[in-house]
């Protein structure tokens, strides 16, 4: 999170507001204050702001401003401190309640608004969506309903970053911008609006090699789709050099998982000590548990002797069908299927089992099906066998190990949540 950086966070009543801002900031170094703009005026909002105050550690320094949180703001105009303002409908409704008109409030919300952004500090702004349900009965309530939806628009469009809650679920509504000091301009007409981005983000950081699987059955239609999109991946020359051998003969699974068995005893055996008996305790496959199983060949032959761009890179038909094994990866992600990539295997072995020709190379022997619920991490992460390496350790500039020159990666914010 950068200085200067303005989040506002909405969503309606218990859908996880606070405690969204709470875990996003939890590792900020400097000083953290609450500015409250609530008011303990009956005994049930006294309950909810002790519950609040509650749930928030010793780190913070809670300021009441129920009337003019901007006078904070004003005050410390110059600090490297965390502001989360929680929250701004109350803070509407307590200026309703003093008698201000509309306009006077709009135009204090604009006060508010500029004394956050001329304020060094990141700042997080609490609201709800008040404007989604019926129509208030009463005048004043819908007074305030139309004026939180007009502060909102306020808060939204001069603040970097927009969030909103549903269910407890953080959905981005308006991202941070990137931060980038070039002369690159950043608007872009061909992105995919912003939920539709969020997706394909979404596939590829919630994908996981699985290898738990539920008996249910993969729809064939499902199934259709994955393959479909698989084979909608680049190829060297446009060679498509793959095929999809689909098996739920669990006799022909039972003689693949004898063959994962050998294999895995004889890698088992490149270990020793410690590390040994980790591999021995890993689950490394879902042969017979997943419903279905696919092998994605590369046939080398599949235009002729001369294709273009492999002429130079023969083993792009290999390459080429890894991307096809990512596109049936990620489209299983979206549909909700688990996939567990099993590479422990005799390849010759294997292609007496399926009968695949001597000129064919199995690249992937994959596990599909459903599961209870996606690992939140690599299991092998989990279990102490690897992990993720730094992003900024591999990115080099220029040539190998070249430090960055006047163009440096903006490499994204780690979210809080690990993948
Ligand atoms: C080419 C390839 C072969 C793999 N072979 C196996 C395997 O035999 N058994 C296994 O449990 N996982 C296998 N995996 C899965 C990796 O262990 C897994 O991708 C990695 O630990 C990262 O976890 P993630 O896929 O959940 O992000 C393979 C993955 C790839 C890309």
Not at 282 to 309: E, F, H, W
Not at 366 to 377: K, P, V
Request: aromatic share 8%; with cysteine; net charge negative.
């Amino acid at each position: 999170m950068t200085r200067n950086h303005s989040l506002l966070v909405t969503g309606g009543c218990r859908s996880g507001k606070s405690r969204y801002v709470l875990s996003r900031f939890h590792n900020f170094s400097g000083n953290k204050f609450l500015l409250a703009t609530c008011e303990a005026l009956d005994e049930e909002m006294a309950a909810r702001i002790e519950k609040h105050r509650q749930e928030r550690d010793d780190s913070w320094t809670t300021v009441e401003e129920p009337l003019d949180p901007a006078r904070f703001f004003r005050q410390n105009p110059e600090s490297t401190d965390l502001v989360v303002l929680d929250c701004l409908t109350l803070w509407l409704s307590n200026l309703l309640m003093h008698g201000m008109n509309e306009t006077s409030i709009l135009e204090r919300a604009d006060g508010l608004i500029a004394a956050i952004k001329s304020s060094n500090r990141t700042t997080a702004v609490v609201t709800n969506e008040v404007g989604s349900g019926i129509v208030p009965d009463n005048a004043l309530s819908r007074a305030f309903r139309d004026l939180a939806g007009k502060v909102n628009q306020q808060f939204a469009a001069a603040f970097d970053e927009v969030v909103m809650m549903v269910s407890g679920i953080a959905l981005p509504v308006k991202h941070p911008p990137v931060p980038f000091t070039g002369s690159l301009s950043l608007k872009n007409p061909n992105e995919f609006p912003e939920m539709e981005k969020k997706g394909v983000y979404d596939a590829i950081y919630y994908r996981r090699d699985m290898r738990h699987f539920l008996p249910d059955p993969v729809h064939p239609e499902t199934l259709g789709r994955i393959l479909d999109a698989a084979h909608h991946a680049g190829s060297v020359g446009f060679m498509q050099p793959w095929n999809f051998i689909v098996i739920d003969d669990p006799e022909i699974k039972q003689r693949v998982h004898e063959n994962f068995k050998q294999a895995n005893e004889q890698a088992a055996q490149k270990y020793s000590g410690e590390k040994k008996e980790l591999y021995s305790s890993l689950k490394l496959q879902g042969i017979l548990d997943a419903p279905l199983n696919i092998c994605i060949t590369c046939d080398s032959s599949r235009m002729g002797p001369n294709v273009l761009g492999r002429d130079t890179m023969p083993e792009t038909d290999l390459f080429s069908t890894s991307c096809a094994v990512q596109n049936l990866w990620l489209s299983a992600r979206a549909e909700g299927l688990a996939v567990g990539w099993v590479s422990i295997l005799d390849v010759e072995n294997l292609k007496t089992t399926l009968q695949i020709p001597e000129n064919l190379h199995p690249v992937a022997y994959l596990c599909i099906g459903h599961c209870e619920s996606f690992y939140r991490e690599p299991m092998l992460q989990n279990k102490g066998w690897a992990s993720r390496l730094p992003l900024k350790d591999l990115v080099f500039y220029n040539r190998w190990k070249g430090p960055p020159g006047d163009y440096r990666v903006a490499l994204p914010r780690k979210p809080e949540e690990s993948h």
